[in-house]
């Protein structure tokens, strides 16, 4: 798997014309070394463009995609398809926002409507949502 060419530099390649993530290529990580059980996988698929993927199973042979890097650079976690910069897809998205000093905050969004929570976890006293325009 490793190589040095004649200027001294390594490099590992996994080769596959693949162009799913249940394909054999890829890198994978996982318990059992007969085709089934738990794991992670990364691989490059796509017969018209390269796209990085990321994959789980859970105790299967059946890999599912978890998250994408197209080949233009937009990251899906939930699509294999992302038409932005950052797409999250699901019945009912939210991102979250931890405080490391306590509470969080989320963004969702359902049927079309957008939801802003401050300390949707109702651990913080005072809390707030501010906008700013032109702030310093």
């Known amino acids: ?16 014309a693949s162009t799913a993530l249940s394909s054999v290529g890829g890198l994978e990580f996982t318990t059992s070394a007969f085709g089934s059980g738990y794991g992670w996988k990364i691989n ?11 994959g ?6 059946t890999w599912d995609e978890k998250m994408r890097i197209s080949s233009t650079g937009n990251v899906g976690i939930g699509t294999s398809s992302p038409s932005r910069e950052l797409e999250l897809a699901a019945a009912n ?3 979250r926002i931890t405080d ?7 963004i969702s969004g359902n049927s079309g409507h957008l939801s802003l ?4 976890g109702n651990s913080q006293s005072g809390t707030r949502i501010t906008f700013d325009v032109d702030f310093l």
């Open 1 to 16: 798997i490793s190589a040095t060419n004649a200027t001294g530099q390594g490099r590992i390649k996994l080769e596959d």
């Open 117 to 120: 929570s401050a300390d949707a």
């Open 44 to 54: 490059s698929i796509d017969s018209s463009a390269v796209h990085l993927v990321f």
């Open 100 to 106: 490391t000093d306590g509470g969080y905050s989320e």
């Open 56 to 61: 789980t199973r859970q105790n299967s042979t």
């Open 93 to 95: 998205p939210r991102f």
